[in-house]
């Protein structure tokens, strides 16, 4: 995000410096990835009939259709990429996703899933088509599509984080808690130190149920609230999985008799218990604390006192 | 049920919660005097829902109309959003909210992305058509409730005028 703003204070600069040429800015917006439809319309539009050398024209007309894109104005775009075809010929892999590209835009999905399933059937491996065929199948509603092009994309890309974060989306969606955490336990893996994916596979695991399940949702808040000490959605989710725990053993306890205590024999642990006792006060203290001087002060203790009952 | 009737606060709550957050899925908390008079609408959150948000959400929302109110309101329904346009069904996992809250009257309103635009264009009409969301009962989880059974409280057209106001001034 600061390089991103860094680079758009620059190109504010380059914009004024009169020295610098239209083909200089669009190289930069290029380089830094930048978003600026209408300023490479407004370069790049004149240049299209410069005399350029080859590669840098083909370069400009590519940015020039995207953007036109991102504009809607689709004519343009399709008069650009004539000129592109004209150039490259219409088997070039470039003009093929460029005209994909086209083609979603004017709502043409069947067209440009084709272009992209072709593509496949030359490369499986091809990212780009994986990607843009997820993002039409789900924008078309088609989930089970959606998720059979995402499983096919992830096993080629297991390391591609945002991925897995659209599969949970996908299993969120469906209700299917368990698939959601197995997605976030490869997120953790390339985001160890983010308190947002920790205390999500908390709460996921408190969704999901059972003893082990809630051991490890307090695992996930408590190092949510190790890297921020605020953060107060981790510690509601804390107090929700000691009481869920807590709640399952009174349950089983209770059911298979009432002279079996807890203890050696028992599969309730004593040290364990008193552990999440301490976790459960640990929480509610900061709660309280957190929400002191609020208006909803007296809402949180209202509620977290009569958990404590 | 035959109707059921939205106050201007929660019709305005809701319409507010989804203009705010339009790209992810949005949930919350009805509140009513009964299934058939929503009063209020209480914003949840603006991820999936999971136990412990829904656990705690709910409890801060019955010690609240404790505090609000004298005892004649109760939790009686889910409101959500989908996050992709075009996407007006439930999910499973708000089904199953709503089944606990009420699993024989519970309602559940959801915010609609063709309508939504309507209501923005004030092109609402007297019957309620374009108002921006549907409505579905426990009693007819496949059909969501007809125009002349989800009524507001005052007249459709100057109501959902106001909230299009209301969202506008948000940045909708």
């Known amino acids: 995000m600061a390089s991103t703003t860094i680079a758009k204070m620059d190109l504010d600069a380059l914009l004024k410096d009169s020295s610098k040429s239209p083909l200089t800015i669009l190289e930069y917006i290029h380089d830094h990835k930048l978003h600026e439809p209408a300023i490479v319309l407004k370069l790049g539009i004149p240049l299209r009939k410069a005399n350029l050398a080859p590669s840098q024209l083909l370069s400009v007309l590519e940015q020039i259709i995207i953007a036109a894109l991102h504009q809607k104005k689709i004519e343009l775009a399709s008069e650009t990429l004539t000129q592109i075809k004209a150039s490259t010929g219409a088997n070039s892999l470039r003009y093929r996703k460029l005209l994909a590209l086209c083609l979603e835009s004017a709502g043409d999905f069947e067209a440009s899933l084709g272009i992209y399933n072709d593509m496949l059937s030359d490369n499986k491996s091809n990212v780009y088509a994986l990607k843009r065929k997820y993002a039409i199948l789900r924008s078309q509603l088609k989930d089970l599509e959606a998720r059979e092009c995402l499983n096919d994309y992830l096993e080629q890309n297991a390391s591609d984080a945002p991925a897995w974060v659209e599969m949970a989306k996908s299993c969120f969606e469906q209700g299917d808690y368990k698939g959601a955490a197995f997605c976030y336990e490869e997120i953790v893996l390339s985001s160890p130190m983010d308190t947002g994916v920790h205390c999500t596979l908390g709460e996921l695991y408190v969704t999901i149920g059972g003893k082990d399940n809630y051991v490890l949702a307090r695992k996930h808040f408590a190092q949510c609230l190790e890297l921020e000490k605020g953060c107060i959605r981790a510690m509601f989710g804390l107090v929700s999985a000691t009481e869920s725990y807590l709640d399952l053993m009174e349950c089983q306890l209770s059911s298979s008799g009432s002279g079996k205590k807890r203890g050696k024999d028992s599969c309730w642990d004593e040290q364990d218990v008193e552990l999440v006792r301490d976790l459960k006060a640990y929480g509610v203290e900061h709660l309280i604390k957190s929400y002191k001087g609020t208006n909803m002060s007296g809402l949180v203790e209202t509620i977290l006192s009569n958990s404590e009952n | ?172």
């Open chain 2, 1 to 172: 049920m035959t109707s059921v009737t939205f106050s201007k606060a929660a019709y305005t709550k809701m319409m507010l919660h989804a203009t705010t957050n339009t790209t992810t899925q949005i949930h919350g908390i009805l509140v009513g005097t009964s299934s058939s008079n929503i009063t209020d609408a209480i914003p949840v959150c603006h991820t999936p829902p999971t136990k412990p948000i829904l656990d705690m959400a709910l409890r801060l929302a019955q010690a609240y109309i404790a505090d609000n109110d004298s005892g004649s309101s109760q939790i009686v329904g889910w409101y959500t959003a989908n996050e992709r346009s075009n996407d007006d069904t439930p999910s499973p996992p708000t089904w199953k909210i709503v089944q606990n809250i009420d699993p024989d009257n519970g309602i559940l309103a959801i915010v609609t992305s063709n309508s939504f635009d309507s209501m923005l264009q004030k092109k609402c009409d007297q019957d309620g058509r374009g108002r921006g969301f549907e409505v579905f009962s426990m009693q007819d989880t496949e059909v969501p409730m007809s125009c002349s059974s989800v009524l507001v409280d005052g007249d459709w057209v100057e109501v959902a005028n106001k909230v299009a106001d209301a969202c506008l001034s948000e940045g909708a």
